[in-house]
């Protein structure tokens, strides 16, 4: 069975915090990518990360792929309400079989 | 705005009914999906379209059925559904399905069978 695990299931932090969420996986990703999900939206893409050991940034969100290429963290910097939301990791096995495997997301709670 | 825009976006329907799903990608897209989000699940692929051919279907009971009449549109006909089928339906499109990969998502409908 292909699973993504990740964790906290639940994260309620206090603005200006900071945080670090995980995914893992016995697999290994030729790619993965972190999917951002609102209330009542769906998933929004913020980045794909490739190589085993790469580490990316977006603004106050580091990404980092393990260098393996079975498990990657986000970090998110001084937390803002508006970095509520669903963190979804998404696993992609490359070569014909072209499909997503989705973890079931870590929910974020940023309190003013 | 994600160039893929999902019709409705709410939908209350009793066992009975018949409706459908509509999404529309903006983005010249090859390949298009539907999920299924139902709470404490990860998303549930249901269908997957490649150049307007269905190329998987995983294990999809058949009151739900996929239309892709082309490569901008993709459709859900729902007929006799059952309570469990309430969630949050997903559909998506990449470029194609490799290079990595990267699906933009529609809002999606939220779906309540009484």
């Known amino acids: 069975t292909q699973l993504l695990e990740q964790s906290p299931q639940f994260l309620s932090i206090q603005e200006g915090e900071n945080l670090t969420v995980y995914c893992n996986s016995s697999?290994?990703?030729?790619?993965l990518q972190w999917y951002r999900q609102e209330p009542g939206e769906g998933p929004v893409l913020l980045v794909t990360?490739?190589?085993?050991?790469e580490v990316k940034k977006l603004k106050r969100l580091t990404f980092q792929f393990g260098d393996a290429r079975k498990d990657s963290s986000l970090h998110i910097t001084a937390a803002q309400p508006g970095d509520t939301g669903l963190y979804l990791c998404?696993?992609?096995?490359?070569?014909?079989?072209?499909?997503?495997?989705f973890g079931k997301g870590t929910k974020l709670s940023v309190k003013p | 705005e994600t160039g893929v825009t999902q019709t409705p976006r709410h939908l209350v329907m009793g066992m009975t009914n018949k409706k459908s799903l509509k999404c529309e990608q903006h983005?010249?897209?090859?390949?298009m999906y539907w999920y299924k989000q139902s709470a404490k699940k990860p998303l549930e692929l249901m269908f997957v379209?490649?150049?307007?051919?269905?190329?998987e279907n995983n294990s999809v009971p058949s009151r739900f059925s996929p239309e892709c009449p082309n490569s901008s549109h993709l459709f859900l006909h729902l007929h006799t559904l059952q309570p469990e089928d309430s969630a949050l339906y997903l559909c998506?499109?990449?470029?194609?399905?490799?290079?990595?990969?990267?699906?933009?998502f529609g809002a999606g409908t939220r779906l309540s069978v009484l």
């Open positions: 379209y490649s150049l307007e051919e269905r190329v």
């Open positions: 998506a499109s990449s470029q194609d399905r490799v290079s990595k990969n990267i699906q933009y």
């Open positions: 998404a696993g992609y096995y490359g070569g014909s079989q072209g499909n997503l495997i």
């Open positions: 990360v490739v190589t085993g050991g």
């Open positions: 697999s290994v990703f030729s790619s």
């Open positions: 983005l010249g897209h090859n390949a």
